[in-house]
């Protein structure tokens, strides 16, 4: 594999059942670039990412995953986070009757040296972290009283705050306000700046248009093509 690609995923298949959700499917993406997943509802965008997380395991499809030109075989989340990949789900998965902190180290929780669990020092470092990608939501409050919106945008920082090589976001902006959304798109240029790579799941040709580096288009579970940005136009998918 060449190595400018931190990440190619190879002939992947997906079943469920008797429905094909994935078939042969390739992705190939650049290290630091914002990398555009399109296509319409049911074409297998969030079942290929949740393979690339670990949602589903190593096994449960065929094919091959590579990172940074080593084979990743995820047998969960647990896995692929350790990997360097961190992903925000497009249906909203956050424990409602526990903090907002607690939810952004539900994975790993500060301890204290007796050992307890130190909330003041995840409320400290949630602050910062609300901070650097311009969130104002206070950590002490248990994330169900959050709306749709704000619990989407702490799970954006959750990623952020896992030092991820990879975040992948899926139909990020189909629940916020469009001033959340340009306020997500700074923070995702400043994180590419640092290299980070992002898969950025969208059907809205305006934002694959203004974010996006390449984009690679699904259709049925299989790949129709990957285009870079200068031929996104010419290629006629997009006004
Ligand atoms: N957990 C599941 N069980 C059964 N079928 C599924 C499951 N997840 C996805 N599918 C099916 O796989 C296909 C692709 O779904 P999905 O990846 O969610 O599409 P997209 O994100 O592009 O809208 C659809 O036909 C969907 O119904
Ligand atoms: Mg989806």
């Given at each position: 594999m060449a190595e400018e690609y931190?990440?190619?995923m190879r002939k992947i298949t997906k079943r469920f059942g008797n429905v094909t959700a994935l078939e042969d499917m390739d992705i190939r993406v650049k290290k630091g670039e914002l990398h555009a997943i399109c296509g319409e509802n049911g074409a297998g965008k969030s079942t290929l990412m949740k393979i690339l997380h670990g949602?589903?395991?190593?096994?449960?499809?065929?094919?091959e995953?590579?990172?940074?030109?080593?084979?990743l075989r995820s047998a969960d989340t647990a896995d692929s986070q350790r990997a360097g990949i961190a992903m925000v789900y497009q249906e909203i998965n956050c424990l409602g009757t526990l903090t907002v902190s607690e939810n952004i180290y539900s994975s790993k929780m500060l301890y204290n040296r007796f050992g307890l669990v130190d909330y003041r020092a995840m409320h400290?470092?949630?602050s910062r972290i609300f901070e650097s990608v311009g969130l104002d939501i206070n950590?002490?409050?248990?994330?169900?009283?959050?709306?749709?919106?704000?619990q989407q945008l702490v799970l954006f920082a959750k990623a952020v705050k896992?030092?991820?090589?990879?975040?992948?976001?899926?139909?990020?902006t189909s629940s916020i306000t469009k001033a959340e959304a340009n306020n997500m798109m700074r923070v995702i240029q400043k994180l590419k700046g640092e290299g980070i790579t992002f898969l950025y799941i969208s059907h809205k040709l305006d934002e694959i248009m203004e974010l996006a580096d390449s984009c690679t288009i699904i259709r049925d579970g299989r790949s129709?093509?990957?285009?870079?940005?200068?031929?996104?136009r010419s290629a006629g998918l997009f006004p």
């Open positions: 931190i990440l190619e949602y589903h395991p190593y096994g449960s499809y065929e094919g995953i590579y990172l940074d030109g080593k084979p400290r470092a949630c950590p002490r409050e248990r994330m169900g009283r959050l709306g749709a919106s704000q896992e030092n991820a090589k990879i975040i992948i976001l899926d139909e990020p129709i093509g990957c285009l870079r940005r200068e031929n996104l």
